[in-house]
Nanobody, 121 residues
Framework: QVQLVESGGGLVQPGGSLRLSCAASGSIRSIHNMGWYRQAPGKQRELVASIISGGMSNYADSVKDRFTISGDNAKPTVYLQMNSLKPEDTAVYFC???????????????WGQGTQVTVSS
């Protein structure tokens, strides 16, 4: 029932910027954390950034100081602002929200469909 819809991916030149958005729909009681992952061809899926409801965020070393994750619980939506993009940032980016759909309910990881980010000149 809970679905994540991503947008904002595309082709960008090195040094450019993109802003990814991921909007959730469905019955969500609580969002425990939100995050962005990416997977490049032939590589493992890796955590890019995550944020908890209190605003604390974590970043992969490879993107720290270039990417910023933020969330809007009112919509709810998670964003990833990507600046100073490098070719090695090229990957399919997936958003994730760990949610509960009822009080005291189990936590579930809900994933977006993935959006392609290509950094190339």
């Amino acid at each position: 029932q809970v679905q994540l819809v991503e947008s904002g991916g595309g082709l960008v030149q090195p040094g450019g910027s993109l802003r990814l958005s991921c909007a959730a729909s469905g019955s969500i009681r609580s969002i425990h954390n939100m995050g962005w992952y990416r997977q490049a061809p032939g590589k493992q899926r890796e955590l890019v950034a995550s944020i908890i409801s209190g605003g604390m965020s974590n970043y992969a070393d490879s993107v720290k100081d270039r990417f910023t994750i933020s969330g809007d619980n009112a919509k709810p939506t998670v964003y990833l602002q990507m600046n100073s993009l490098k070719p090695e940032d090229t990957a399919v980016y997936f958003c994730m929200m760990e949610v509960s759909t009822r009080n005291g309910g189990r936590r579930y990881n809900v994933w977006g469909q993935g959006t392609q980010v290509t950094v190339s000149s």
